[in-house]
């Protein structure tokens, strides 16, 4: 029996069937989770949601503008109707951090709380050829390449992140452990993803991965693929080696 489904793009509400996806899903008692970029308004869909994930590069305006060359005060609008209704799944919003928005985390973090969202998911670019961290196993495959990589976090973007930032960041946390997740805490081997990155090494490294194994996932090019999380029960140890690891074979195989 599947549990749950996720309905995810692209944006997905503006495929021509997503409302019929929506209703065989609802029909079948499914968990569903939306992830939507917050364009469009999603509030008449909210009571058969159990989870929203909404993409919002940033709660700034300008930097938001920078980032997709529109204004987002649609989205905005959408987002805190969506906020408002009694009836609302468990809210995400997620931001991914690079050159335009790693000065703003800590903005981003403490807004998104002020609004009434519910978790905070921080993401890092994919790069071509790279694992970044909470990359689930491969799974999606979508490695495009970064136009003159402006994206990228300089240096000194990156040290203020692990000086200023991530302490500020850690503070935060502990006075408001609801907050608390993987990727929040990822975000040191977020700045060393970079780092490595941007100082030439082949495969920026893995260090730690969360969440239990439980998905499995259509790419697409529609072969089934296992959503690998490394299991929550596994001793961590300080360089798991996530891809020679007997364990990790002998779940592939």
């Known amino acids: 029996h599947v549990p749950a489904v996720q309905l995810t793009g692209g944006e997905p509400t503006l495929h021509s069937q997503f409302d ?74 997620c931001t991914v951090i690079n050159a335009l928005t790693c000065d703003h985390l800590y903005d981003f973090l403490t807004q998104s709380v002020a609004e009434g969202v519910d978790k905070i998911s921080f993401l890092s670019l994919e790069l071509p050829g790279f694992r970044s961290p909470g990359d689930r196993g491969f799974s999606f495959g979508r490695r495009a390449s970064l136009p003159g990589d402006k994206l990228i976090p300089s240096s000194q973007q990156l040290q203020r992140l692990a000086s200023e930032t991530v302490p500020r960041v850690n503070e935060f946390i502990r006075s408001h452990p609801q907050f608390d997740n993987a990727s929040v805490r990822q975000l040191p081997a977020v700045i060393d993803f970079y780092s490595r990155y941007t100082g030439g090494c082949e495969f920026p490294s893995q260090d730690l991965c969360g969440f239990p194994l439980k998905e499995m996932v259509v790419t697409e090019v529609c072969a089934v693929k296992p959503c690998f999380f490394l299991p929550i029960e596994w001793p961590y140890e300080k360089g798991f080696d996530f891809n020679n690891d007997s364990r990790v074979k002998a779940f592939r195989e």
Not at 31 to 44: F, M, P, Y
Not at 48 to 56: A, K, N
């Open 20 to 93: 019929q996806a929506l209703e065989l899903s609802s029909q079948a008692e499914l968990e569903i989770t939306l992830v939507t970029n917050g364009t469009q308004d999603v509030a008449t869909y909210l009571s058969r949601l159990t989870r929203l994930i909404v993409s919002l590069d940033s709660w700034n305006p300008e930097i938001y503008r920078q980032i997709r060359g529109v204004g987002q005060e649609e989205v905005l609008k959408n987002l805190r109707r969506a906020l408002t209704m009694t009836d609302r799944p468990h809210t995400t919003v």
